[in-house]
């Protein structure tokens, strides 16, 4: 199940104003962990995947903007030209470039990916088919939404411009989820993209707990021998 939380500026601008009903709930708890045991699915049984994520609306430059992040990696996606009213057409959009972002990244890991594209969309729809939209916030995470729309804002203002369509917007989902970034529910300083992908894999891209952890170790190999050039390299110029 999908949980979106929203935001109130993003749920007066996500509701159809001529449906007559509100879409965007009361939650069932202010705390997100209680949905697991709280929800029901429409088969009336409780949901066996729960996924949160925070979805706020910001004007920038005369337009509607919705930024969406991920509540565990902060993992964080922009909509410059989303149409005020369309719930499911938010949630088609976000789907599709999260899935075509994260089958990108499991190719750029150098080897032969374990799911297919269409295995990855399959596996994903099986989980969370399922959707709610909330009226709710969760201060950490709405905290780091805050600082990517002062991102954005910045940027636009020095570009005089908004990224425009999936390419550019995706352009900038990657900036953000590369920026470093802490929470309390973390150890250790992390990268959003980095979390997200470990995350995918297990659960849409068939991959287990044991092969994700061999990936990350042979990322981080990757990276010390890219630093140990990098300071070799410094070397050999500075004895020049």
């Known amino acids: 199940m999908l949980i979106f939380n929203c935001s109130r500026a993003f749920a007066d601008f996500?509701?159809?104003?001529?449906?007559?009903?509100?879409?965007?709930?009361?939650?069932?708890?202010?705390?997100?962990?209680?949905?697991?045991?709280?929800?029901?699915?429409?088969?009336?049984?409780?949901?066996?995947?729960?996924?949160?994520?925070?979805?706020?609306?910001?004007?920038?430059?005369?337009?509607?903007?919705?930024?969406?992040?991920?509540?565990?990696?902060?993992?964080?996606?922009?909509?410059?030209?989303?149409?005020?009213?369309?719930?499911?057409?938010?949630?088609?959009?976000?789907?599709e470039r999260l899935l075509n972002q994260q089958y990108t990244e499991t190719l750029a890991l150098g080897e032969p990916p374990l799911a297919s594209i269409d295995e990855m969309a399959h596996s994903l729809m099986q989980q969370h088919s399922d959707f709610r939209f909330f009226l709710r916030s969760e201060r950490s995470v709405q905290a780091h939404l805050n600082e990517v729309a002062r991102d954005l804002a910045d940027q636009a203002a020095a570009s005089s411009s908004l990224p425009e369509g999936h390419e550019q917007c995706a352009m900038f989902d990657d900036h953000c989820n590369n920026y470093i970034r802490s929470s309390k529910t973390r150890p250790d300083w992390f990268y959003p993209q980095q979390v997200m992908l470990w995350r995918w894999l297990h659960d849409f891209g068939g991959y287990t707990e044991a092969g994700i952890l061999r990936l990350q170790q042979q990322q981080q190999a990757q990276q010390r021998a890219f630093q140990s050039a990098q300071f070799a390299e410094i070397l050999a110029k500075a004895g020049q």
């Open 14 to 95: 996500i509701e159809d104003k001529k449906a007559g009903t509100r879409l965007v709930e009361t939650p069932p708890s202010k705390d997100p962990a209680a949905d697991a045991l709280l929800l029901r699915t429409h088969d009336g049984e409780p949901p066996a995947h729960v996924w949160q994520w925070q979805v706020h609306m910001v004007t920038v430059r005369r337009r509607p903007c919705v930024l969406v992040m991920e509540h565990d990696s902060r993992y964080s996606m922009l909509f410059t030209r989303l149409k005020a009213g369309d719930m499911a057409g938010f949630v088609s959009q976000m789907l």
